[in-house]
């Protein structure tokens, strides 16, 4: 099956590290980053996608895959 994920947050060293574990857990990058401000900040959102195995469910906790 394949996973689609969003990773959001203000663009900070946070947020590439949450990025950057998820790359080393295994999800690839899908498209480039958005950026957007919200007045005080820019805030960041990254799509990543992963081959796994089994069957698709709803229940399925994505940050534990």
């Not at 949450?18 to 958005?34: D, I, K, M, T, Y």
Request: proline share 5%; glycine share 10%; with cysteine.
């Amino acid at each position: 099956m394949k996973l689609y994920r969003c990773l959001t947050g203000p663009d900070d060293a946070t947020f590439c590290l949450r990025v950057s574990e998820a790359l080393n857990l295994g999800w690839e990058l899908h498209g480039g980053p958005a950026l957007t401000f919200d007045g005080n900040r820019v805030i960041a959102a990254q799509a990543l996608v992963k081959e796994a195995p089994g069957q698709f469910s709803r229940d399925l906790d994505l940050s534990k895959q």
